[in-house]
C-alpha cells in the first residue's frame, strides 16, 4: 500500500515538470518567431527652419545705470510744528503741491504787530509832510516882508532901508566936505559947518541901526529855511522808516507762507522723514523732510571704454534692457558727454535720456546698454524658439542625415522673433525649432 502511494506522487511530479518544460519551450518558439517592438529605433517629429543671413545693426555692448532726472531733498525755510502731511512715500506730487503745513499762529501774530507798526509809522510821514509844509509857508511869508524871491541871495546892502540911507549919507559927506572947504575960506559961517556934521553922523547912526536890522532879517530867512530843511529831513527819515516796515511786513509775509511747504518740483516722493505733531527746524543738521525724484525722463549713465570713445556722438540712439523687464526693451537718446576720461578706470561717462512715462524703470537700476553704430553688418540668424537653455549654456539642434546634432552656440544681438548666432551655426544649416523637449543629440526625426 504505501509503495503504490510513492509511486502515485512520483507520476504526479513527473507530470508536472513535463508541463512547465513544454510551456517553456513554447515561450521560447514564439519569442523567436515574434521579435519585440522595443528594437525599433525612436523617430521624433520636429519642425525645422534654416539659418539665415540677414543684416543687422552693429552696436557697442556696455553697462550703465539709471539716474533721475532731478532729485530734491525739501527742508523747512522756518521752524514750527507739523500740523498736516499730505503725501508718503511713492505719492505722486505736482509742482507747487503741498506737503506739508505748520501751526501758523506765531507767524500771523508777527505779521500783524510788523503792519500795526507800519500803518503807524505811515501817520507819521503824514504828519511830517504837513510841518514841511508849514515850514515852506512860513519861509515865505519871511521872504516877502523883504522882498526876497524863492532862490535868491539875500545881502544887507541890498535891504532897501540900508541902501536909502547909504544914498543919504553919501549926500550928506559931499556937503559936509563942501562947507569944510568954504568954512577954511570964510565964506560960510563955523554954525553951518556944525549943522553939516550933525547931519552926517545922525545918518551914520541911521545906517548901522538899518544894517541891524537888515541882519537880523536875514537870520529870520535862515531860520525859516532851516526849519525847512529840518522838516524834510524828518519826513525822509518818516518815509524810510516805512520803507523798512514795508521790508518788516514782506518779511513777516513771508514768514507766514513759508509754514506752507510746497513741492518744488514734480515727481515721486522716494523718502519721507516726518510725521504731524513733529517740531521742524531749518536749523538742525539734515532737516529734509522728504525726497522727491523726477522720473518721467531718466538719465542713463554710461561707462564708455576708452577704445570706444570715438564710436560715441551726442544724438546716438541707444538701447537698454534690465534685469525686471529682461524681454523688454527701452529707447534713449545719448544727450551728454563728459569731457574727460576717468584716469582709473580708463572709461568716458556718457549720459543718455531715456523717457520713462510709463513708470517701468526706477532710479537705481542696473542696465545692459546698446549704442546703435550707422553701418549694419551680416550675421546668421536663427529663431529665438530654437535655443535651447540649459543654466548659461545655448545650443541648438542642428539637422543632418535624418538625424538632430546637438550644437553648442554663442549667441548675439535679438532682432524681434530672430536672434544672432556668433558661432556654431553657419548659414544654410537646418534647425529644429520645434518638439526640442524630445531631441537628444544623435535622436531620429522626421522634418
Not at 553697462?63 to 533721475?68: E, F, I, M, P, R
Not at 504828519?127 to 522882498?147: D, F, K, S, Y
Not at 568954512?183 to 556944525?194: I, N, P, Q, T, Y
Request: charged share 20%; net charge neutral.
Amino acid at each position: 500500500m504505501r509503495s503504490k502511494f510513492f509511486l502515485v506522487i512520483s507520476y504526479a511530479v513527473f507530470a508536472i515538470a513535463a508541463g512547465l518544460a513544454s510551456m517553456g519551450c513554447g515561450s521560447s518558439a514564439n519569442s523567436a518567431t515574434n521579435p519585440s517592438s522595443n528594437t525599433q529605433p525612436t523617430v521624433v517629429d520636429v519642425t525645422t527652419a534654416q539659418a539665415v543671413v540677414m543684416p543687422i545693426p552693429t552696436y557697442i555692448e556696455v553697462t550703465g545705470n539709471l539716474v533721475s532726472d532731478a532729485q530734491t531733498d525739501v527742508a523747512p525755510v522756518v521752524g514750527g510744528k507739523i500740523v498736516e502731511v499730505n503725501f508718503d512715500i511713492g505719492s505722486y506730487v505736482n509742482k507747487g503741491d503741498v506737503l506739508i503745513r505748520l501751526d501758523p499762529r506765531d507767524a500771523s501774530i508777527r505779521l500783524d504787530q510788523a503792519r500795526a507798526q507800519l500803518e503807524q509809522q505811515r501817520k507819521a510821514v503824514g504828519q511830517a509832510e504837513a510841518n514841511v509844509e508849514q515850514a515852506i509857508a512860513n519861509l515865505r511869508q519871511t521872504q516877502a516882508r523883504l522882498g526876497v524871491r524863492d532862490g535868491e541871495t539875500f545881502e544887507i546892502q541890498n535891504f532897501s532901508q540900508v541902501k536909502s540911507i547909504t544914498a543919504q549919507l553919501e549926500l550928506a559927506e559931499k556937503e559936509l566936505r563942501r562947507a569944510e572947504r568954504l568954512l577954511e575960506s570964510g565964506d560960510v559961517s563955523r554954525a553951518l559947518f556944525d549943522q553939516r556934521k550933525a547931519q552926517r553922523d545922525s545918518l551914520l547912526g541911521q545906517l548901522d541901526e538899518a544894517r541891524s536890522n537888515a541882519a537880523v532879517a536875514i537870520r529870520a530867512i535862515n531860520s525859516a529855511q532851516a526849519a525847512v530843511d529840518t522838516a524834510r529831513a524828518a519826513a525822509a527819515g518818516a518815509r524810510a522808516a516805512v520803507a523798512t516796515l514795508d521790508a518788516q511786513v514782506a518779511q513777516a509775509e513771508k514768514g507766514l507762507g513759508d509754514t506752507v511747504i510746497r513741492a518744488p518740483i514734480s515727481g515721486y516722493i522716494a523718502e519721507k522723514v516726518a510725521d504731524v505733531g513733529e517740531f521742524i527746524s531749518p536749523n538742525v543738521p539734515n532737516s529734509k523732510i522728504a525726497t522727491i525724484v523726477r522720473t518721467s525722463t531718466l538719465r542713463l549713465r554710461i561707462d564708455i571704454p576708452e577704445q570706444s570713445i570715438g564710436r560715441i556722438a551726442t544724438g546716438q540712439g541707444v538701447s537698454l534692457q534690465t534685469a525686471a523687464f529682461p524681454d523688454r526693451k527701452f529707447a534713449g537718446t545719448i544727450a551728454r558727454i563728459s569731457p574727460s576720461v576717468n584716469p582709473t578706470a580708463r572709461t568716458l561717462i556718457v549720459e543718455a535720456e531715456v523717457q520713462n512715462s510709463e513708470g517701468l524703470l526706477k532710479p537705481g537700476q542696473f542696465a545692459t546698454v546698446r549704442i546703435t553704430q550707422s553701418k549694419p553688418e551680416p550675421a546668421v540668424m536663427i529663431p529665438v524658439k530654437a535655443v535651447k537653455t540649459v543654466g548659461e549654456t545655448n545650443s541648438v539642434f542642428v539637422i543632418k542625415d535624418g538625424a538632430a546634432r546637438e550644437q553648442l552656440v554663442q549667441l548675439g544681438l535679438l532682432e524681434n522673433e530672430m536672434i544672432q548666432v556668433k558661432n556654431g551655426v553657419i548659414e544654410g544649416d537646418t534647425i529644429a525649432v520645434g518638439n526640442l523637449a524630445a531631441l537628444t543629440d544623435g535622436v531620429l526625426v522626421r522634418q
